[in-house]
């Protein structure tokens, strides 16, 4: 099946440092993706939606300005951090869709293993 | 986007047949549905989907009655490994719909 990647898998940073987490799409092509960010026993959110070669589109509530998101190819899309602070740590997953076939037009999300984030 | 509501949790034990049931008494006519399973530390994982009726796959069944407001996940014999959270979603059609996902339920098998 599709392969969706995320680097790094975990990372430690101190308060006002910027983090980039990358998230790729290994065998297929994405123009879509999405981010979530999932507190711990709670259930994921979606935070944006990240579109090739035009702006990330964001959920309410969360700062654009914070949270960069760059979908520099039909395979790449990047999330960065910026000036994180301790209630930025999370776990935060991509996901991109693919088409599951058979004419129906349906789609299959594929969701990457996850980037944990401690911001000390 | 449909909203679903699903048990916060389940319990049982190894060798039995579970099954997770789903509402979604919004469901739009083009809507179908969808379950992930998520272990603890990584992202979700596709397990079935279907439209209606009965769907089946090497690891799970999916039944959907006429009226589609609900669904059921029927996990067979389950094993200790099947200790997770599993998602029903409301995908809307076509199109690359962003998922939205609800509570989810947590399934503890036991020995």
């Known amino acids: 099946g599709a392969v969706v990647s995320q680097h790094p898998s975990r990372v430690i940073c101190k308060s006002g440092t910027s983090v980039k987490i990358e998230c790729r799409s290994l065998?297929?092509?994405?123009?879509?993706m999405f981010w979530y960010r999932q507190f711990p026993k709670q259930s994921l959110m979606l935070m944006a939606t990240s579109n090739e070669g035009s702006k990330a589109t964001y959920e309410q509530g969360v700062e654009k300005d914070k949270f960069l998101i760059n979908h520099a190819s039909l395979t790449l899309s990047t999330l960065t951090v910026t000036s994180a602070h301790p209630e930025d740590s999370s776990f935060y997953i991509c996901?991109?869709?693919?088409?599951?076939?058979?004419?129906?037009?349906?789609?299959?999300?594929?969701f990457g293993p996850g980037t944990r984030l401690l911001v000390l | 986007l449909a909203k679903t509501t699903q048990p916060i949790s389940m319990d049982s034990y190894e060798g039995q047949e579970v099954n997770i049931t789903c509402s979604h008494n919004n469901i739009a006519t083009n809507d179908y549905i969808t379950w992930y399973q998520q272990f603890p530390s990584q992202g979700p994982r596709f397990i079935i989907q279907g439209y209606k009726t009965k769907v089946t796959n090497e690891v799970a069944s999916l039944f959907i009655p006429a009226d589609r407001k609900s669904s059921t996940l029927s996990l067979p014999r389950v094993s200790l490994s099947d200790t997770a959270v599993y998602y029903c979603?409301?995908?809307?059609?076509?199109?690359?719909?962003?998922?939205?996902f609800g509570t989810g339920t947590r399934l503890l098998v036991s020995p």
């Open positions: 065998d297929f092509q994405a123009t879509t």
């Open positions: 996901s991109a869709p693919r088409a599951a076939g058979g004419g129906l037009g349906l789609e299959t999300q594929y």
């Open positions: 979603l409301v995908e809307g059609g076509r199109g690359f719909q962003k998922l939205v």
